[in-house]
């Protein structure tokens, strides 16, 4: 008898495959993948050299731990083209990563790797509502950073209309949203509020626009911001994760239950790691996500350290989706502020900023070393209404967000609060910390 699930699956043979014959499957790519390694990329040969391990020695998918890691810093070692597999002949597209953290990370992809990333693609779009029927408008950047691309390629995989307008130009993508009738949506969370506060101020009614769904990611975003875009865009907001070491976005995506995001594990095999210790961490607790491309052939990695934080949800999900769920990600292990011993988090401020409402979602945390100590900034936009009233009204604002923070995460910091639109703006990824700290 044929199965039936609750909502729309692109791929049911993979996506709902029984877990013990996708462990068999994995443990037989992995096998493969090492032995691809070894004879064809002499970083990977001299790591397993230098461990003494030999490819025959992988017999099992659980062997994967006593494998060596990759780091982003091996990918910038080996600049740009080192880690290749193959010979640039068959390198079909580049792309580098957006360099958030540096020098950009370059990553080549063959014919079957651009195969690979339109599937995953496809799955995704299909798990976050997208039909054949679906018109998309795809505000993410096309170029280099592999989001805009990366979208295209799967919407077109699933019959869908895509719309490749790329990012900015907002008044743009609002005579579109209007005129074209797109239902689904693709850009940085941050964006997505930015245009919503545009079309506000036009004055467009958003029960005019066809939108019913957005499809979000490439920066960290918390729950409460999801229920402030899905507020004002009057719209299913889905999350969408994926990094361009591994495949660009697609690596993992919520399906409409918006209950972790499903990690398409038959090409994408994920480990949470303990990052100071590199050891795998219990079930379920939070820990560095580390990711193995299974099937990848131009730059393929092993136990990839994504410096993202994150837990396993192993229990099956409601859709069907066998794939295990990854949480929302906390945030990097390099954007983690330590502010006199606490670890905080961008998105754990942006968690309370959104709850009060006098303040708009626009928010930038500045660090600063005074006297040694560690002092963080939180500079917060206010609404029009709020910003005329007086200083004191003002005042007591700021002292309200300094408790609620305080309360909730431990830490004491300064709120001020600014003119709407005073923080900068980005088409793509937002800014959100600005260090003063030098150390
Ligand atoms: P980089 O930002 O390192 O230049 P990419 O452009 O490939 O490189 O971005 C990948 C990174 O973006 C991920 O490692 C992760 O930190 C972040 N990211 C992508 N999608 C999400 C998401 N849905 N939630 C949180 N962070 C995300
Ligand atoms: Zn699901």
């Given at each position: 008898m044929k199965k039936s699930f609750p909502y729309s699956i692109w791929n049911i043979e993979m996506e709902t495959m029984d877990r013990e014959v996708r462990k068999s499957l994995q443990t037989y790519r992995l096998k493969e993948l090492v032995w691809y390694l070894y004879d064809n990329v002499k970083f990977y040969k001299d790591k397993f050299n230098e461990k003494g391990i030999h490819p025959n020695e992988v017999r099992d998918i659980e062997d994967i731990e006593n494998l060596p890691f990759t780091n982003k810093t091996d990918l910038r070692d080996n600049y740009?083209?080192?880690?290749?597999?193959?010979?640039?002949?068959?390198?079909?597209r580049i792309h580098a990563s957006s360099g958030t953290t540096g020098k950009p990370t370059v990553v080549g992809y063959t014919q079957s790797d651009i195969e690979l990333w339109a599937e995953v693609m496809a799955r995704s779009l299909v798990a976050s509502g997208a039909t054949k029927n679906s018109i998309v408008q795809n505000a993410y950047g096309y170029?280099?950073?592999?989001g805009g691309l990366g979208v295209h390629y799967g919407a077109e995989r699933i019959g869908a209309t895509v719309i490749p307008i790329s990012g900015g130009n907002t008044a743009r993508q609002i005579l579109i949203l209007e005129?074209?009738?797109?239902d689904i949506i693709t850009c940085t969370p941050s964006y997505s509020l930015y245009l919503a506060e545009e079309i506000e101020k036009k004055n467009i009614k958003m029960q005019n626009l066809k939108l019913k769904y957005g499809i979000f990611g490439a920066e960290p975003w918390s729950e409460a911001m999801r229920n402030e875009i899905e507020k004002r865009l009057g719209i299913k907001a889905i999350n969408i994760y994926g990094l361009s070491e591994i495949?660009?976005?697609?690596v993992a995506n919520e399906c409409l239950e918006q209950a972790g995001l499903h990690i398409y594990d038959d090409h994408f095999y994920p480990e949470i790691i303990d990052?100071?210790?590199?050891k795998k961490v219990k079930d379920g607790e939070i820990g560095e996500l580390v990711i193995t491309t299974l099937t990848k052939k131009g730059i393929p990695l092993l136990r990839y350290r994504t410096r993202d934080l994150t837990r396993i949800i192993s229990e099956p999900c409601k859709c069907g989706r066998t794939h295990p769920r990854i949480d929302r990600?906390?945030?990097?292990t390099d954007d983690m502020l330590i502010i006199r011993g606490v670890n905080v988090f961008p998105s754990q401020i942006e968690e309370v900023l959104v709850q009060i409402e006098e303040v708009a979602p626009h928010y930038q945390l500045i660090v600063d070393r005074e006297h040694n100590l560690d002092v963080l900034t939180v500079m917060v936009e206010v609404d029009e209404k709020v910003f005329s009233d007086e200083i004191k009204k003002l005042e007591m604002i700021e002292r309200k967000i300094e408790n609620e923070i305080e309360s909730m995460l431990g830490i004491s910091v300064r709120v001020k609060l600014v003119e709407p639109r005073t923080i900068e703006r980005s088409e793509g990824k937002a800014k959100r910390i600005i260090d003063n700290r030098k150390i």
């Open positions: 740009p083209f080192g880690l290749f597999a193959v010979p640039m002949e068959e390198i079909v170029g280099l950073f592999t005129d074209f009738g797109p495949i660009g976005p697609g990052p100071a210790t590199g990600i906390m945030g990097r």
